[in-house]
Each structure stands twice: as C-alpha cells, then as structure tokens.
T-cell receptor, first 114, second 116 residues
C-alpha cells in the first residue's frame, strides 16, 4: 500500500528544545516537501527536495532545516522551536517535479510549542 | 501577500444540490490549478486540476472552471453528498520554465458542509 508516514502525529514541546519530525514514503518518489497549515493562511510550503541531497527553500523556511540523505526519508528539523511554529505540519511526495503527477500528503503532525 | 484567496471560509449545502466553491488569484504567471480535499485528522487528497490552456475540466461529479481574464476558478460538485463534507483547498503554480519547480501556492480553504 502506498504510504506517506509522519512521526510523531502529536507533539507538545517547550521553546528552544530541538525536535525532529520524520517523514517516510514507500513509493520511490523523487519529490518531497513540507508544508505548514495555519488558520486563515492555508498551506504554506516550508522546504522541498527534488531528489537525494537536493533541497530548496519554500515560502516560509525560517526556523526550519531539512535533510535528504536517502530517497524515502525527508525529516523536518526545528533546531530551536518557538511558539510561532505551533502549527499543523504535512509532508507531501510526488513522483517527480511535474505538477500533473498526483501529490500525496501524509496524515499531519500537530505541534504545540509552549 | 495572499496570492491565492478563498474568500468564503465556509459553505453549507443541502444534499443533492450543487456546491460551488470559489477561488481567486492575483499572480498572472499561475498556469496550473488544483483542488484538494481534506478530512479531519487526514492529509489533503488531490481532487481535480486544470491547466490554463483549458477553461473547464470535468471528473464525475466534480467540474473545475477557469476564468483567466477574471483570475478566478471555481469547483462545482453536482450532486452534493454528505461524504463531500470536508475542507477544500485550491492551489496554483507557475511553471515559468521550471523556475518554480514543484511549488504550489494554496488558498486558505473553504469548509463545505453537506446536510442530509
């Protein structure tokens, strides 16, 4: 079964405590990306990766890091989380760069930073 | 600066009737548009898309209309069913020779409720 998994699904943390949200896909997709969803703002892209070792900034990259050491995994790293990073995060994958290919989203990670 | 706007936060429709969800955009470089549907506690799922070379695309009960001169697109669901109750996001992209590779700009979302 084609899957995009995210862990953890829910996380409460405190300001400044480093955390990592993992994303894994079993579809051998080249393209992966991270979004955050906030009320009244929709989904905004944080980072994306076109392939292993190739990453680029989206619209709201500040405060986030990513890595793509292997094709199936694309972790999102918050080195020093702040309350304004409280949000719902989605990982997404696609076969390649073409938007005519279907993009699959993970189930989401709800993060609360106190 | 919100380049893709869904000005109706919510829409309530009776089962069997038509649901019309609207989306406006400001970036004239956008040339590909998509609609996603999202249920609570799940990620968004792709619904339907349209290229700027078309003005209509249909898939079963779902039709997307694009009015490039007005920079407006709409999603029609006919007939609406209770299972269609979800949040609907429109999204847009500018291919621009690959310089916006893979980047989607989303609207704020519209909550659709279909009453039995």
């Amino acid at each position: 079964e084609a899957q995009v998994t995210q862990n953890p699904r829910y996380l409460i943390t405190v300001t400044g405590k480093k955390l990592t949200v993992t994303c894994s896909q079993n579809m051998n997709h080249e393209y992966m990306s991270w979004y955050r969803q906030d009320p009244g703002l929709g989904l905004r892209q944080i980072y994306y990766s076109m392939n292993v070792e190739v990453t680029d900034k989206g619209d709201v990259p500040e405060g986030y890091k990513v890595s793509r050491k292997e094709k199936r995994n694309f972790p999102l790293i918050l080195e020093s989380p702040s309350p304004n990073q409280t949000s719902l995060y989605f990982c997404a994958t696609r076969i390649g760069g073409s938007l005519q290919e279907t993009q699959y989203f993970g189930p989401g990670t709800r993060l609360l930073v106190l | 600066d919100q380049q893709v706007k869904q000005n109706s936060p919510s829409l309530s429709v009776q089962e069997g009737r038509i649901s019309i969800l609207n989306c406006d955009y400001t970036n004239s470089m956008f040339d590909y548009f998509l609609w996603y549907k999202k249920y609570p506690a799940e990620g968004p799922t792709f619904l339907i898309s349209i290229s700027s070379i078309k003005d209509k695309n249909e898939d079963g009960r779902f039709t997307v209309f694009l009015n490039k001169s007005a920079k407006h697109l709409s999603l029609h669901i006919v007939p609406s069913q209770p299972g269609d109750s979800a949040v609907y996001f429109c999204a847009a992209s500018a291919h621009a020779g690959g310089t916006s590779y893979g980047k989607l700009t989303f609207g704020q979302g519209t909550i659709l409720t279909v009453h039995p």
